[in-house]
């Protein structure tokens, strides 16, 4: 599967802890996404890639948040003192220039439940 | 700031009847994506309009960009249970981003 990929798919935590996931994109990929989503909503915009640089990130974004993307490949996102309020699903997407920016290939998400 | 507004948040609808879900944004948008979620899956690519009054067909899914670009609307001809989803439309945000409306459910009695 050439798809994006995402790991964990459940993550369980203790309020207070902090977690990490992972998103691997489609490989000639070079822009790369951060959303999460909460029931019943649309996608919100966390943060995105170009390679290796972040470009930007949202004001929901807090500073407990971190992500990076270290050799232009895969990408990771660290969340430091969860709160419940974070528990969502949190997705992953990347596009090319190829297809259009906006056309983007989601990944099957992280679901964080926070306790 | 910028907001995408869909309508309805749902619609039951029985198989074989036609669905269409509405799209407005606060903003003139360059383009506008529609984008469908199955249940317990992820977001999906459907189609990209970019032209002002543009009309494009994917088999019985009919989209439409408004000629003033601020809304769009996206159209089921003859409802299936594969129809089944939410239903999102994005448009681009001023941070490279998209942002998306809170979606249609769309549910399918066979």
């Known amino acids: 599967d050439t798809g994006v990929s995402q790991d964990p798919r459940h993550k369980i935590t203790k309020r207070g802890q902090n977690v990490t996931f992972r998103c691997d994109p489609i490989?000639?990929?070079?822009?790369l996404y951060w959303y999460r989503q909460t029931l019943g909503q649309g996608p919100e915009f966390l943060t995105y890639?170009?390679?290796?640089?972040?470009?930007?990130k949202s004001r929901l974004l807090s500073d407990r948040f971190s992500a990076e993307r270290p050799k232009g490949s895969f990408s990771t996102l660290e969340i430091q003192r969860t709160e419940q309020g974070d528990s969502a699903m949190y997705l992953c997407?990347?596009?090319?220039?190829?297809?259009?920016?906006?056309?983007?290939?989601f990944g099957p998400g992280t679901r964080l439940t926070v306790t | 700031g910028q907001q995408v507004m869909q309508i309805p948040q749902y619609q039951h609808v029985q198989e074989g009847e036609d669905f269409t879900t509405y799209c407005n944004s606060s903003?003139?948008?360059?383009?506008i994506q529609w984008y469908k979620q199955r249940p317990g899956g992820h977001p999906v690519f459907l189609i990209q309009l970019v032209k002002s009054g543009e009309v494009k067909k994917q088999k019985r899914l009919t989209f439409q960009f408004g000629e003033a670009k601020k809304n769009s609307s996206l159209h089921i001809t003859a409802t299936q249970t594969t129809d089944v989803g939410t239903y999102f439309c994005?448009?681009?945000?001023?941070?490279?981003?998209?942002?998306f409306g809170k979606g249609t459910k769309l549910s399918v009695k066979p």
């Open positions: 890639f170009q390679n290796e640089a972040q470009l930007e």
């Open positions: 997407a990347s596009s090319s220039p190829d297809r259009g920016y906006y056309e983007q290939y």
């Open positions: 903003t003139t948008l360059s383009n």
């Open positions: 490989s000639e990929h070079n822009r």
């Open positions: 994005a448009g681009p945000g001023s941070q490279g981003n998209l942002i």
